[in-house]
Every structure is written in structure tokens, then in C-alpha cells.
């Protein structure tokens, strides 16, 4: 799943925009130019195929080009592999033990690709480790980065979704269709997605600073141009069979005891690994296309006046939210990943990722 298949939740936001005014209008008798509008609008409406579902692809594909951003002006790290390179350039003693290295296991070393790497070369080459723990860094706080990115613009999706249903709330309360006590539920979901929306601010920045300070760039940047996603996970995990024979070749060439030691991180390191892989494949399989089944049903069915606004805006959040979870199970596994291929060549974690998602309210519908 990527996050072209994200992109729902910002045509649901464009829904509530177009539609939401006549909801609020039927709470009160309409005046002959209120009907007319409605008319008029709905005629217009009636001219796509499939109703309003069109119209957001049609205003999402007119809409003008927007300028570019000031972060398209910052320095780009646009990979992982990137990421490592220029966290290697901040240490210049690497040159050395990269050099000794080679080209070819360089290249190996920087793409993520550490189970081909010979097991003796930490043995052979002084300072192979230290390599490795700066890749290691490098592509995790670029991992860390992206995914915090991605997960504050889906955030921002879900407050507005809430602020929306909070607003519309409000003008039901006005004309006397509503008590406060029927405001409240929606009150206080806007209230978490702005709280939910002001930790993910945080932790974008967060991870930002981490990733200038791991690139060296502490005071001479504030952040820099990273990805709109993640890369996809693999559609299989590596097998358990050939990271056993990797485990088996590192120990080969350690001493006793660090050898026990190795085979005892990467125990604790494959069963993260295939725990991470598994839950981001359901994450981004099963539960978001069911999400997203129900997403578009229920815009076909508010379409067909047999959905209230209030169960858009409610599945609205829903997909935002699923997505924030995939979002957070896809980084979990790529950090997953990093850590086992370390640990497969001898090196040592502090820790292990926490198979906790992204974070935020799981997906509720408040009762109306």
C-alpha cells in the first residue's frame, strides 16, 4: 500500500467543504434563494458520473500548482542510502576503514544490504564497526524523520475533520437542534485530533533535530527536505533459515563469549524483525483496505442521502487514523530491519524498536 492510496482522506476533507453548508441548512426552514442555490448546485453535481465522488477528482486534478515550499530550498536527503553517506562525511577518521573497505562493500554497506557483506570483515578491516554503527544511525534517524513527516500531514486530516464536525455542531446547537450535551462528544474530538495534532508537531521536530544533529548540521540548519513517504515494505520478510546461517557465521568469527552474545542479540533481533514485518503487512493490507472499502461506501451513501455528514466526518478520522497506525508499523519495521542486519555483523543496539504505532486516539465514533 502506498500513500497514493493515502491521498483519500484530503478528497474526504473536500467532501465535507462542498456538502456540509446544506447539511447545516436543512437544521433550519430554507428561504427560496437557499433552495435555489441547493438546486442549482446539486444540478451541477448531477452532471458527473458518480456524483460528488467526481467532483473531488475533478477539483483535486484543476487545482493550480502551488508554490514551491521553503523546505524544497533546504538541503534534500531524498534516500536512506543518502542518509548514510553524508552521516559518514561528519566523521572523517571513516575514511580510512572506508577505504580498506572498498567501493563495493561501501555500496553495500550504504544501501541496507549488510547480510551480503563478507561475516569476516569487521576481523579484517580496523574500524569496520564504527562504519556500521554511523550507517546504522544515519539510516534510522532518516527512517524516524520521514515517517514523523508523514504522520503530522494525516493528523492535520484528522483536526480538520473534527474541527469541521465541531463547527457544524456548534450551528445545530444555535438554531436549537442540538443540546450542548449532544456538542460535547464532538466538542472533545476536537480537542484530541488539536492535542494529537500539537505531539505530532513535536515529534516531526524532534525527529528533525536528531536527523541535523546525526548529519552534523546542528546550527547551520534547521532541518532538511526529506520524502513524502516511506519506501514500501518487502512483500516477504528475509528468511529465518538464511539469517540462522548469517547468526552462525558472525559467532564463527568472534570470540566465546562475545560469540553467545551475538547469537543472544540476534534471537531478540529476528523475532522484532519478523514481528514488525507481519504487523506492517496487516497494518497496510487487510485493515487499511477495509478502511478504505468502508471509506468509499459511505461517501456513496452520503451521495445517496443515506449517510449523514456526521458519518462522513466520522469516517473521515477513521481512514486518517488508520493510516497513521500503517504509517507507524512501516517505520517500526524499517528500524526493525536496520537493527538486525547491525546485529548480524556483530554489533549492539541499545534497544530494540517498540512495536507501537505511530500513536494517537484509536478511531472512535462518537454517538450522535
Do not use: C
Not at 514488525?276 to 451521495?303: C, I, M, P
Not at 456526521?310 to 512501516?330: F, H, K, M, P, Y
Amino acid at each position: 500500500m502506498t500513500s497514493s492510496s493515502f491521498s483519500l482522506a484530503n478528497h474526504r476533507l473536500l467532501a465535507v467543504g462542498l456538502l456540509a453548508v446544506p447539511w447545516a441548512l436543512s437544521a433550519q426552514t430554507p428561504g427560496p434563494a437557499q433552495e435555489a442555490d441547493w438546486r442549482r448546485a446539486n444540478d451541477a453535481v448531477g452532471q458527473f458520473h458518480r456524483g460528488h465522488a467526481d467532483v473531488l477528482k475533478w477539483e483535486k486534478a484543476d487545482e493550480p500548482q502551488a508554490a514551491p515550499s521553503p523546505a524544497a530550498q533546504e538541503e534534500s536527503i531524498p534516500t536512506a542510502e543518502a542518509a548514510v553517506r553524508m552521516a559518514w562525511r561528519v566523521h572523517r577518521d571513516l575514511a580510512r576503514p572506508l577505504a580498506r573497505l572498498g567501493t563495493e562493500n561501501a555500496q553495500l554497506i550504504a544501501a541496507g544490504r549488510w547480510t551480503e557483506l563478507d561475516p569476516s570483515l569487521q576481523r579484517r578491516v580496523e574500524d569496520a564497526g564504527e562504519v556500521l554503527e554511523v550507517a546504522a544511525a544515519g539510516r534510522k534517524a532518516w527512517i524516524e524523520a520521514v515517517a514523523a513527516q508523514q504522520v503530522l500531514k494525516h493528523q492535520r486530516d484528522m483536526l480538520d475533520a473534527a474541527q469541521a464536525a465541531y463547527e457544524l455542531g456548534q450551528r445545530m446547537v444555535t438554531v436549537g437542534n442540538w443540546s450542548k450535551l449532544q456538542l460535547s462528544p464532538v466538542q472533545l474530538a476536537a480537542s484530541n485530533a488539536r492535542m494529537n495534532l500539537r505531539r505530532a508537531q513535536q515529534a516531526a521536530a524532534q525527529a528533525q533535530s536528531k536527523l541535523v544533529k546525526t548529519m552534523g548540521k546542528t546550527g547551520l540548519q534547521d532541518g532538511f527536505a526529506i520524502p513524502d513517504q516511506l519506501p514500501a515494505i518487502p512483500a516477504q520478510a528475509m528468511t529465518e533459515s538464511d539469517l540462522q546461517k548469517r547468526v552462525d557465521a558472525i559467532r564463527n568469527q568472534l570470540p566465546g563469549a562475545e560469540g553467545l552474545r551475538s547469537r543472544a542479540l540476534a534471537r531478540g533481533a529476528m523475532k522484532v524483525y519478523f514481528a514488525a514485518h507481519a504487523l506492517a503487512q496487516d497494518s497496510q493490507g487487510d485493515v487499511l483496505k477495509t478502511r478504505e472499502f468502508v471509506t468509499e461506501e459511505t461517501v456513496l451513501h452520503y451521495n445517496g442521502m443515506l449517510k449523514s455528514v456526521w458519518d462522513l466526518l466520522d469516517e473521515v478520522r477513521n481512514q486518517s487514523q488508520a493510516t497513521v497506525d500503517a504509517i507507524g508499523a512501516q517505520r517500526d519495521f524499517w528500524i526493525a530491519e536496520a537493527d538486525l542486519q547491525w546485529v548480524l555483523q556483530g554489533g549492539e543496539p541499545d534497544s530494540f524498536v517498540s512495536l507501537g504505532g505511530a500513536g494517537g486516539d484509536a478511531p472512535t465514533a462518537a454517538a450522535h
